[in-house]
């Protein structure tokens, strides 16, 4: 059960254990330094002037108002940075997209011209007195029609470009798995839709750039959740040199995604700041961050399951659509344009898989990123737990009943699936028994068989994902041509305390608390005695980042490796002071000792001295206690979950109450569980948001509707039950502690659960799937038998 | 951070002040007074005042005061003071009710009635309270004061019969005998604006309602009275078959449009179901059993 209360003082693990966040204090009283938070001598501030409409060719631009407003030190528009060849900057995924338009605007809110202004108030006053002339051209809304023949060429900036396609993609075997479906008792199909939806962090992007002028030295306080990959990107593209530049993301008021791309905003600060030499300060607004920034999702999928009529699931296939908006900006590995989507295949034991995907431009904002989803596996495990559910519904078989017949068995691990993906450890049985025991489920069912009766409204809805994280093995995985290791560099101090930095950037997960744990267990060292740096390209080893749940899985496993690095030289070094060899030394979590002997012992923090001491060191033994490594993982961790949800909806009103959810989540070793059930809890809040009110929607004019947190709305503490946590531990057999990472399973795993039990309490209506977001009135159109995309 | 066009500022000492200022600046001043619909406007630029005549020092105006027949209310009275008020929750239930579904406790705070009732919002709760229970306003100017009923005071969305060198300083509830009221709202999410809302308010005379009204939010341009519904209540014998029949008129008479919160047609149905709904609650309290 949910215990958040952290353990007494004097049983504060020296390691793995309950423990309460290190950066907590300075959080939590207002005492955290974030971007904004940032003031420079002579800073100027920047604001972006945004297209009104979503597709339209640029006629003219006047700036002259602007420019003569008094407060204004420079007006820049997209034709001023064509002549630095900087109009257009490189996605993440090898696309092109426009810092500001220079030809026409593809999307609405995009960047057009940009003030840079003593002030944020003269700045902003100053976009409202630039005049544009915009010639309307017909937008491409609506994904359906976007490659027809008529539809109008979105991205005409790309040579020989004649349709809005982007790529084509597939998985699996297609005539194996049609065979399979030919020949099987059942096969049910569902048109399945993932609507687009926003990270929506509580701290928006923006940044400070400041270049030196003496040194040409580019200082940039970002927020990021990747800050080495953006240093070299700029390298890159900017042509700056990347000793030259400098990328500090400080606190990160959540990131989900939102922060890995690099976005028109932070190039512009850049420009600003070099032509006009001094440092600008660029922070976006909440309705810029909601219309223009990384969305995610945004998938259509047919989606068809075949088994036999017991209820063995045979096969699965999938034919996707999948809106990227004007510019392909998704955020996943290059050789995986649909992310880890392979992974639809679920947790179950099939004979066939195939998946197909089209992918295409429309005239909205670009994006696609891995919001808290670990590269589209999100969109993969809902479109294969809610057909289960269908599958379920056509058999009139218990949904709990199929899964338990059909999910993978302990010995089948490690597991290839139909698709390639190699499972490296699970045993999943007892993680939905110890769902269904907390959940009370025969009871439940009983519960709601008497509630139908009376006419009253329940549902149970159960979800069992399988997460692919921890990306990934360098030999096929790469962002824009980097490998995903991760390095890792720890310290130890003469008087023993310890200094560990990292690639990766927390954005309120805790990594100051999670590594200096892990450092802690391997090396005997309190947490409390270890410093965890992050953010600051200068003072951090090269690696790509958090996000896709892979700071634990890649920079966790560097970590407990680096520590032995060291623990191994600090044996060498004992050896020395107790004048034994290597081979007779014990290790006892903070100091080595005699074997046999414990009374001959030496601590880390004494073994720590002497490495910095003046006395003499075991031969060939440098002085000091340090090492640095990268890390290459060689596969990704596969963490699972069951989860079961239990709704009430009024039958007068349709509106839906969670009223429990019980979540087990295995994610292998557990180095913190206070901050898995954080973790956790944030998760299945942010399920409840996807699952029951959120979408970013657009008129038909390509206006976006969702421009503030009053139509886009995120869950409270009253949309949400007490949450219902436990967990079993499969550890990761690869990864050095056995740790698989734990940051998007509740977000991946929840929707399904909280549909499915929409569904399942909708069932006298008939109804076999509603699309999210189950706001009252998508649920009772449902109940009247109406089905309502939301697109 | 969203940031608002350049603006100036007073802070109003009297009433008199505030009119005479208000009079003085002309259409390009605005009243401030919670600040929570007036100044996200600001902050988005789809509102640009040149000035703002902040009327939060106005003491006079913050008042919940019981008459012989009648409660008077001072247009600064917050949310807050509304949700808490024993007397309200005495004579009119159907505030206490609302306000619980009114935003959140930051905005309920500072949100005042005054500033409710003048945004005009179509999705507006407290107009629809008002509506329902037949309040009537006080609107004073340099000459003098006038008082429109609740059912003149909207004469479109986010438009009101408050004039340009006006202020709206008291909202009146006339008290009825053996009367009850209640409050429905379905929002997607606590603090939502309403898909749709309904109050209902009623006085008995024995076993027999002896009058009533309905008043909805979020289903037309503006919160609406909805007339038909008064006929129907005038002399009536309350019954399931009678809060259907009344769920229906309000639904009949009503204009929902589809948007982001809900379809045309589900909007429909919940002004019918939430008409019902907040109905039999206020019949229930008017004979004393609390449903
Ligand atoms: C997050 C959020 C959620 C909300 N949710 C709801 C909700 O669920 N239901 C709901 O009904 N409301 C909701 N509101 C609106 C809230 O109740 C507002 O505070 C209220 O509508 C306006 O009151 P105010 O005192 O803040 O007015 P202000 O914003 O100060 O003023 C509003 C307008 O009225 C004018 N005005 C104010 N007082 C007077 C006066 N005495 N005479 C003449 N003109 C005057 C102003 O000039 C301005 O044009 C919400 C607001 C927020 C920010």
């Given at each position: 059960?949910?215990?958040?209360?952290?353990?007494?003082?004097?049983?504060?693990?020296?390691?793995?254990?309950?423990?309460?966040?290190?950066?907590?204090?300075?959080?939590?009283?207002?005492?955290?330094?974030?971007?904004?938070?940032?003031?420079?001598?002579?800073?100027?501030?920047?604001?972006?002037?945004?297209?009104?409409?979503?597709?339209?060719?640029?006629?003219?631009?006047?700036?002259?108002?602007?420019?003569?407003?008094?407060?204004?030190?420079?007006?820049?528009?997209?034709?001023?940075?064509?002549?630095?060849?900087?109009?257009?900057?490189?996605?993440?995924?090898?696309?092109?997209?426009?810092?500001?338009?220079?030809?026409?605007?593809?999307?609405?809110?995009?960047?057009?011209?940009?003030?840079?202004?003593?002030?944020?108030?003269?700045?902003?006053?100053?976009?409202?007195?630039?005049?544009?002339?915009?010639?309307?051209?017909?937008?491409?809304?609506?994904?359906?029609?976007?490659?027809?023949?008529?539809?109008?060429?979105?991205?005409?900036?790309?040579?020989?470009?004649t349709d809005n396609h982007i790529f084509d993609w597939e998985t699996g075997d297609e005539a194996a798995t049609a065979e399979v479906f030919n020949n099987a008792d059942v096969v049910v199909s569902e048109e399945i839709i993932y609507p687009r939806v926003h990270p929506a962090p509580m701290e928006t992007c923006g940044c400070v750039a400041d270049v030196e002028r003496v040194s040409g030295k580019l200082t940039l306080w970002c927020t990021t959740q990747a800050p080495h990959a953006h240093r070299t990107v700029y390298a890159l593209v900017a042509g700056l040199p990347e000793h030259k530049i400098r990328i500090i993301a400080p606190d990160i008021g959540g990131g989900f995604g939102n922060k890995v791309p690099i976005y028109p905003g932070y190039v512009c600060a850049i420009v600003a700041s070099l032509v006009i030499g001094k440092p600008v300060k660029w922070v976006e607004d909440r309705t810029e961050n909601l219309v223009s920034t990384g969305f995610a999702r945004d998938y259509i999928m047919k989606a068809e399951i075949a088994a036999t009529k017991e209820g063995k699931i045979l096969a699965v296939r999938s034919d996707v659509l999948a809106d990227h908006g004007a510019f392909n900006g998704v955020a996943a590995p290059v050789k995986y344009p649909a992310g880890f989507f392979g992974v639809f295949t679920g947790s179950y034991d099939l004979e066939a898989a195939h998946a197909k995907m089209t992918a295409v431009y429309t005239n909205k904002a670009p994006g696609g990123v891995a919001y808290a989803c670990s590269f589209r596996i999100t969109e993969a495990v809902y479109m294969v737990e809610r057909l289960v559910d269908c599958l379920a519904y056509e058999l009139e078989m218990d949904p709990v009943e199929l899964r338990l017949k059909n999910l993978l068995k302990p010995e089948q691990f490690p597991y290839t699936t139909k698709t390639g993906w190699v499972y490296d450890s699970g045993n999943y049985e007892p993680t939905m028994r110890k769902a269904m025991e907390i959940a009370g489920y025969e009871e439940l069912r009983r519960e709601q068989a008497e509630k139908r009766e009376r006419g009253e409204l329940m549902g149970i809805g159960v979800s069992f994902f399988t997460e692919a994280v921890g990306a990934g093995p360098r030999k096929d995985m790469d962002i824009l041509g980097l490998g995903m290791a991760d390095g890792c560099e720890l310290r130890i101090h003469p008087t023993g305390k310890a200094v560990v930095r990292l690639s990766v950037k927390s954005q309120g997960q805790g990594h100051e608390t999670t590594f200096a744990q892990i450092v802690a267990e391997e090396i005997g060292i309190p947490p409390e005695d270890i410093e965890v740096l992050e953010g600051d390209t200068d003072n951090t080893p090269f690696g790509l980042g958090t996000y896709g749940s892979r700071s634990t899985p890649v920079s966790g496993a560097a970590a407990a490796l680096v520590t032995r690095k060291v623990r191994d030289k600090a044996q060498i070094i004992a050896s020395g002071m107790l004048e034994v060899s290597v081979a007779d030394l014990e290790w006892n979590k903070g100091s080595f000792s005699v074997k046999g002997d414990p009374s001959k012992s030496v601590t880390i923090q004494e073994i720590a001295m002497r490495a910095h001491g003046a006395g003499d060191l075991p031969e060939g033994i440098e002085g000091g206690l340090e090492a640095q490594i990268c890390y290459n993982p060689s596969n990704l961790t596969y963490p699972f979950g069951a989860y079961i949800c239990v709704v009430d909806i009024d039958p007068g009103t349709a509106v839906v109450?969670?009223?429990?959810?019980?979540?087990?989540?295995?994610?292998?070793?557990?180095?913190?569980?206070?901050?898995?059930?954080?973790?956790?809890?944030?998760?299945?809040?942010?399920?409840?948001?996807?699952?029951?009110?959120?979408?970013?929607?657009?008129?038909?004019?390509?206006?976006?509707?969702?421009?503030?947190?009053?139509?886009?709305?995120?869950?409270?503490?009253?949309?949400?039950?007490?949450?219902?946590?436990?967990?079993?531990?499969?550890?990761?057999?690869?990864?050095?502690?056995?740790?698989?990472?734990?940051?998007?399973?509740?977000?991946?795993?929840?929707?399904?659960?909280?549909?499915?039990?929409?569904v399942d309490a909708l069932k006298p209506y008939g109804v076999r799937h509603a699309d999210m977001p189950l706001t009252p009135s998508r649920v009772w159109e449902a109940m009247q038998g109406n089905h309502t995309p939301p697109i | 951070?969203?940031?608002?066009?350049?603006?100036?500022?007073?802070?109003?000492?009297?009433?008199?002040?505030?009119?005479?200022?208000?009079?003085?600046?002309?259409?390009?001043?605005?009243?401030?007074?919670?600040?929570?619909?007036?100044?996200?406007?600001?902050?988005?630029?789809?509102?640009?005042?040149?000035?703002?005549?902040?009327?939060?020092?106005?003491?006079?105006?913050?008042?919940?005061?019981?008459?012989?027949?009648?409660?008077?209310?001072?247009?600064?009275?917050?949310?807050?003071?509304?949700?808490?008020?024993?007397?309200?929750?005495?004579?009119?239930?159907?505030?206490?009710?609302?306000?619980?579904?009114?935003?959140?406790?930051?905005?309920?705070?500072?949100?005042?009635?005054?500033?409710?009732?003048?945004?005009?919002?179509?999705?507006?709760?407290?107009?629809?309270?008002?509506?329902?229970?037949?309040?009537?306003?006080?609107?004073?100017?340099t000459t003098g004061e006038r008082i429109v009923s609740m059912s003149d005071f909207h004469v479109g969305p986010y438009e009101t019969a408050v004039g340009p060198a006006e202020m709206l300083t008291e909202i009146r509830f006339p008290l009825k005998a053996n009367a009850g009221s209640a409050y429905e709202k379905v929002e997607r999410r606590a603090g939502d604006w309403a898909v749709v809302s309904a109050g209902?308010?009623?006085?008995?005379?024995?076993?027999?309602?002896?009058?009533?009204?309905?008043?909805?939010?979020?289903?037309?341009?503006?919160?609406?009275?909805?007339?038909?519904?008064?006929?129907?209540?005038?002399?009536?014998?309350?019954?399931?078959?009678?809060?259907?029949?009344?769920?229906?008129?309000?639904?009949?008479?009503?204009?929902?449009?589809?948007d982001q919160r809900g379809t045309e047609a589900y909007k429909t149905h919940l002004a019918m179901e939430l008409t019902r709904r907040s109905l039999r609650r206020a019949v229930a309290r008017a004979q004393g059993q609390e449903a």
């Open positions: 059960m949910t215990t958040t209360e952290a353990p007494p003082e004097q049983e504060r693990p020296i390691g793995f254990g309950r423990l309460l966040r290190k950066e907590d204090p300075r959080l939590i009283r207002g005492m955290g330094n974030f971007v904004d938070d940032i003031q420079l001598p002579g800073m100027l501030h920047l604001a972006i002037l945004r297209s009104p409409m979503a597709h339209a060719r640029i006629v003219s631009i006047d700036t002259s108002a602007a420019q003569a407003h008094p407060k204004v030190v420079a007006v820049i528009t997209g034709a001023d940075l064509a002549e630095q060849g900087l109009a257009w900057m490189p996605t993440l995924s090898n696309d092109t997209q426009a810092v500001l338009a220079t030809d026409k605007v593809r999307f609405q809110h995009q960047e057009v011209a940009f003030v840079v202004a003593e002030d944020r108030y003269s700045a902003r006053d100053a976009l409202e007195l630039i005049v544009v002339d915009y010639e309307r051209l017909d937008p491409v809304i609506d994904v359906r029609t976007a490659l027809n023949p008529d539809t109008p060429v979105i991205r005409d900036d790309l040579e020989g470009k109450k969670v009223r429990r959810f019980i979540a087990v989540d295995d994610c292998g070793t557990q180095i913190n569980p206070m901050i898995i059930e954080g973790q956790v809890h944030g998760g299945l809040t942010d399920g409840v948001g996807m699952a029951l009110m959120q979408m970013i929607s657009f008129d038909e004019d390509g206006n976006c509707l969702a421009g503030s947190l009053m139509d886009y709305l995120i869950p409270t503490a009253l949309e949400t039950p007490d949450w219902e946590t436990d967990s079993t531990v499969t550890p990761s057999p690869h990864h050095p502690i056995g740790a698989k990472g734990i940051g998007e399973s509740a977000t991946v795993g929840s929707p399904p659960a909280i549909v499915n039990a929409v | 951070m969203q940031v608002p066009a350049p603006f100036e500022y007073e802070r109003a000492t009297t009433v008199e002040h505030a009119i005479a200022l208000r009079e003085r600046l002309g259409e390009e001043a605005r009243f401030i007074a919670g600040g929570h619909s007036l100044l996200p406007m600001m902050k988005l630029r789809l509102a640009n005042p040149e000035y703002l005549i902040d009327i939060n020092d106005l003491t006079e105006l913050f008042y919940i005061s019981e008459e012989s027949d009648e409660i008077r209310i001072g247009a600064m009275t917050r949310h807050r003071e509304l949700l808490d008020s024993e007397l309200l929750a005495q004579y009119f239930p159907i505030f206490r009710d609302a306000e619980k579904v009114i935003a959140d406790p930051v905005v309920r705070n500072r949100g005042t009635l005054g500033g409710s009732l003048c945004q005009a919002d179509p999705s507006e709760d407290l107009s629809a309270v008002c509506n329902a229970l037949d309040a009537s306003c006080v609107i004073k100017s209902a308010a009623v006085w008995m005379d024995g076993d027999r309602i002896a009058g009533g009204r309905v008043g909805l939010a979020a289903v037309g341009p503006n919160t609406t009275l909805i007339g038909p519904v008064s006929e129907a209540l005038d002399n009536v014998v309350p019954s399931e078959e009678l809060y259907q029949l009344v769920g229906d008129i309000a639904a009949a008479n009503c204009s929902p449009q589809t």
